[in-house]
């Protein structure tokens, strides 16, 4: 069999490294940003969001 076809065929099923570094960048981002976005019990409290009741009553 030709070496140089494992070569190919090995090479193909692993990712590149850029590629699982910015997806790790962009996760952390995204993290970041779901941080940003959550919210204490006294700001929900303030702000009128009820997540327990449906329909705010």
Avoid: C
């Amino acid at each position: 069999m030709d070496s140089s076809f494992r070569e190919q065929v090995s090479g193909t099923q692993e990712a590149p490294k850029g590629l699982l570094a910015g997806l790790k960048i962009l996760a952390s981002l995204i993290n970041w940003l779901v941080d940003l976005t959550r919210l204490t019990e006294e700001e929900r409290e303030d702000a009128g969001i009820y997540l327990d009741r449906p329909g705010g009553e």
